[in-house]
């Protein structure tokens, strides 16, 4: 998600920069290098050696006497991203003021890129003019604020100012990183293997879990777009996603199919059964009458019938390949898709059930390879691609 990513993590003079601890480690576990910037109010409420431990690098805390002759410069050239977490009034005050009077201000000062901001403080703070006035600066200025929510405070009290959980802050990093490119689109993605019944406790089916069209779903909705997530496999959680569960080709047809009128993107990442029983037993085959004989009836094609619609959403396919990638070529124009994305799944560590994936992609411009990286990677890089040949 964060691969690659500077995150520069500012924490503030507040109880809840205990949290900021879990936030950090969450920003590491997501792939990116993070570096602290401690106020000295902060040092009142969690030790340097903490964020030091937990992302490899000691904070910092002075604008001036360390050895670097200009920190905040420094480190605004180095961060893709600064988070202030938790966020004070006061240091939203000299925020909206401009008052670079200490390293994490003037640091803020000196960066071009996004800044996500989460709220910290009592109810009477948060409501008060004063921080009324600073937050409708900072939301003029273009900075992310993500919280505060509602809940117990640290006085024992309750209500407004309580600081969003580092997962929702974690959220605002990324989809301020990704600058909501998605914003506005309504995209449809298939995920996960249909399952067609041969009597009421078998079916027939697929190694699909899921993996590919969840991380498809959830780095779009990420980048801002309303998804509906059609599937087969638990799905993600996140608020512009909409699941809609479904267990075979005709259920996901019929699902697809409903919510593709009208959509901008349309990613088929299931792995949807060709054929079905046409006529299955309604009662459970028994050992004692000897092997069954199935005939088998073709399902619906899902893509085809999206490819069909006039006029019809951009459209990326999926192909499961055995023995290489190069076959899936004509399947571009075949499918009449705009983008093609082939996994050969017989490759070790790759595809189906998977946490990676490594993939050609066919568009009319030719073909492309993206070597084996995380499915996250591999979703992101593909909206990216969308992005590109939608913006032509
Ligand atoms: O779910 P994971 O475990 O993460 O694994 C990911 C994956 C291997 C399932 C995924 O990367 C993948 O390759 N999905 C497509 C699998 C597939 O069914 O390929 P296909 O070549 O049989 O089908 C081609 C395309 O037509 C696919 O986009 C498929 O969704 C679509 N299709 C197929 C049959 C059908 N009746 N209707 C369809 O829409």
Redesign the pocket.
């Known amino acids: 998600m964060l691969g690659g990513r500077s995150v520069l993590l500012g924490v503030t003079g507040g109880v809840a920069a205990f949290k900021a601890a879990y936030l950090a480690r969450r920003l590491v576990e997501s792939g990116a290098t993070v570096r602290v910037i401690m106020t000295r109010a902060s040092l009142e409420f969690i030790g340097p050696q903490t964020m030091a431990a937990i992302t490899g690098s000691p904070p910092y805390t002075e604008l001036f006497g360390t050895e670097t002759v200009s920190p905040h410069t420094e480190l605004a050239a180095w961060a893709d991203v600064i988070v202030v977490a938790p966020a004070t009034a006061a240091t939203m005050a000299r925020m909206a003021g401009g008052e670079s009077d200490d390293l994490l201000v003037a640091t803020i000062l000196a960066f071009t890129g996004p800044v996500v901001v989460a709220p910290a403080m009592h109810t009477e703070m948060w409501e008060h003019p004063a921080t009324r006035r600073n937050v409708t600066v900072l939301a003029a200025d273009g900075i992310h604020l993500v919280g505060p929510v509602p809940g117990p405070l640290a006085g024992g009290d309750e209500g407004m100012g309580r600081m969003a959980e580092p997962e929702a802050i974690l959220e605002a990093v990324i989809a301020a990183l990704h600058g909501g490119d998605l914003a506005g689109w309504s995209v449809v993605v298939?995920?996960?293997?249909?399952r067609e019944p041969v009597d009421p406790v078998r079916f027939l089916g697929?190694?699909?879990?899921?993996?590919?069209?969840?991380?498809i779903a959830l780095t779009a909705a990420r980048r801002g777009a309303a998804v509906t997530l059609v599937t087969t496999?638990p799905a993600p959680t996140h608020p512009r996603i909409s699941v809609v569960p479904v267990d075979t080709?005709a259920e996901?047809?019929a699902a697809?199919w409903e919510a593709a009128a009208g959509c901008d993107v349309a990613v088929?990442?299931?792995?949807?059964?060709?054929f079905r029983p046409a006529e299955p037993a309604p009662t459970k085959l028994r050992r004692a009458d000897g092997p069954p004989e199935i005939r088998l009836e073709?399902?619906?094609?899902?893509?085809?019938?999206?490819a069909a619609l006039q006029p019809r959403p951009f459209l990326?396919?999926?192909?499961?390949?055995t023995g290489g990638t190069a076959a899936?070529a004509g399947?571009l124009t075949a499918?009449g898709?705009d983008v093609l994305?082939?996994?050969d799944?017989t490759t070790p560590g790759i595809?189906?059930?998977?946490d990676s994936?490594a993939?050609t992609v066919f568009t009319a411009g030719g073909s492309e390879e993206w070597p084996r990286q995380s499915?996250d990677a591999i979703a992101n890089r593909l909206w990216d691609l969308v992005v590109r040949a939608r913006s032509h």
């Open positions: 298939s995920a996960g293997g249909t697929n190694r699909s879990s899921g993996k590919m069209g969840n991380a496999a080709a996901m047809a697809v088929f990442a299931a792995a949807v059964a060709d073709s399902t619906p094609d899902i893509l085809a019938g999206v990326v396919g999926f192909a499961a390949e899936a399947k499918k898709v994305v082939a996994n799944v595809g189906f059930g998977a994936n993939v499915k």
